[in-house]
């Protein structure tokens, strides 16, 4: 083979490698532009200038600039005016000291401008990568509008739990205690940690039969609501009636994980209702007393009026010297005494009552002064 024959077949031969080597890099190319645009978060990429070079089609979408306008713009275009200056002098002592940031960790709080001014915050995660350019930044920017919403959520809902009146109890599937409120350890007198650990039983008062729990049980287990009151018993002795709700919570399964119980004391409402059930018992005792006294008085003077007749009868028909004058007199004035007091018993309706826990009570003031 002669020279030239040899420096043709080499020639070939480097073409050839240069053509795979090639259509690796287009391949490597392809990946990358594959990854870049598939990747779940937006990714910013600049130069040592902080000038952008590529963006993903999610980054397009998140600050809402299609990637032709941004290309060659200062990434700052990307950070609310009153970060900028700062934003600056941060990026450039990361180029000069590059190191990797990761999201979650290492990564930073970060809030993006889109281009219709509005503002967001984000988690951003920087990588620095070496090229026959020099180092580019790696930027990748996650939107954490939803997180912060849903934080702050669970930051108002865990105050409300905190504040509210009624006691608050989680536990898990096998009702073991794992957090109670403030308002539990108020009415209790057990405290958070005397009660974590334990179950609730710790507040039984052992008034209620076997048979209510049962139905209790068997409620939350199906995972329905149970409600219903509850007599407890406070860490001091002292008993008390609880308006309890039950709620099972449940996994994406559907498999119950805890039970989460709220529960409003209503001791003062229910002693009030006892109070008020025995003042209608002793209301009606003594309106059937009364209206008994009402029929006697009725009897008592249909009884004396004939007697009172009789005797004016005699007074008529005797002699006044005749000692059955004085007689008749004496029943006179007797029967006359006597329907004093029951006209005094019958007047009793006439005279203005006062209400004192749901029961009349008479006016004995007014009374006393027709004595």
């Given at each position: 083979m002669t020279d030239a024959e040899k420096s043709k077949e080499q020639l070939l031969e480097e073409m050839k490698t240069l053509r795979e080597r090639m259509g690796r890099m287009e391949r490597a190319e392809t990946k990358f532009w594959a990854l870049l645009e598939s990747a779940p978060d937006a990714i910013v990429i600049i130069d040592g200038d902080r000038r952008i070079s590529l963006v993903n089609a999610q980054a397009e979408t998140l600050f809402g600039y299609p990637r032709q306008e941004l290309a060659g713009q200062p990434i700052e275009v990307l950070v609310p005016e009153r970060f900028r200056e700062t934003h600056a002098d941060h990026c450039a002592r990361y180029i000069s000291?590059?190191?990797?940031?990761?999201?979650?960790?290492?990564?930073?709080?970060?809030?993006?401008?889109?281009?219709?001014?509005?503002?967001?915050?984000?988690?951003?995660?920087?990588?620095?990568?070496?090229?026959?350019?020099?180092?580019?930044?790696?930027s990748i920017i996650r939107d954490t509008t939803r997180r912060k919403q849903a934080e702050a959520e669970r930051r108002k809902l865990a105050g409300a739990i905190e504040q509210t009146d009624?006691?608050?109890?989680?536990?898990?599937?096998?009702?073991?205690?794992?957090?109670?409120?403030?308002?539990?350890?108020?009415?209790?007198?057990?405290?958070?940690?005397?009660?974590?650990?334990?179950?609730?039983?710790?507040?039984?008062?052992?008034?209620?039969?076997?048979?209510?729990?049962?139905?209790?049980?068997?409620?939350?287990?199906?995972?329905?609501?149970?409600?219903?009151?509850?007599?407890?018993?406070?860490k001091n002795g002292e008993l008390y009636y609880e308006?309890?709700?039950?709620?099972?919570?449940?996994?994406?399964?559907?498999?119950?994980?805890?039970?989460?119980?709220?529960?409003?004391?209503?001791?003062?409402?229910?002693?009030?209702?006892?109070?008020?059930?025995?003042?209608?018992?002793?209301?009606?005792?003594?309106?059937?007393?009364?209206?008994?006294?009402?029929?006697?008085?009725?009897?008592?003077?249909?009884?004396?009026?004939?007697?009172?007749?009789?005797?004016?009868?005699?007074?008529?028909?005797?002699?006044?010297?005749?000692?059955?004058?004085?007689?008749?007199?004496?029943?006179?004035?007797?029967?006359?005494?006597?329907?004093?007091?029951?006209?005094?018993?019958?007047?009793?309706?006439?005279?203005s009552v006062t209400e004192l826990g749901g029961m009349k009570m008479l006016d004995l003031d007014r009374l006393k002064k027709r004595e």
């Open positions: 000291k590059p190191i990797i940031r990761p999201m979650g960790g290492g990564g930073s709080d970060f809030s993006g401008r889109r281009k219709d001014g509005s503002e967001f915050p984000a988690e951003i995660s920087l990588s620095p990568m070496n090229t026959e350019e020099g180092v580019l930044v790696v009624d006691s608050v109890v989680i536990t898990d599937r096998e009702g073991v205690i794992e957090y109670v409120n403030p308002a539990f350890e108020r009415k209790t007198g057990y405290t958070r940690e005397e009660a974590i650990g334990k179950t609730p039983r710790i507040v039984k008062s052992g008034l209620q039969g076997a048979d209510f729990y049962v139905q209790l049980w068997a409620t939350v287990l199906q995972g329905e609501v149970f409600r219903g009151m509850l007599i407890n018993k406070r308006e309890k709700t039950i709620t099972p919570l449940k996994d994406d399964k559907g498999v119950i994980t805890h039970y989460v119980s709220t529960g409003k004391d209503v001791t003062k409402r229910i002693k009030m209702e006892k109070n008020l059930e025995e003042v209608r018992v002793e209301k009606e005792r003594l309106e059937a007393i009364r209206a008994l006294s009402m029929t006697y008085a009725h009897n008592i003077l249909n009884a004396i009026t004939p007697v009172k007749s009789y005797a004016e009868r005699i007074l008529k028909i005797t002699d006044p010297s005749d000692p059955r004058q004085k007689w008749a007199e004496s029943i006179i004035d007797g029967t006359a005494d006597v329907v004093k007091i029951v006209r005094r018993l019958e007047e009793i309706d006439t005279f």
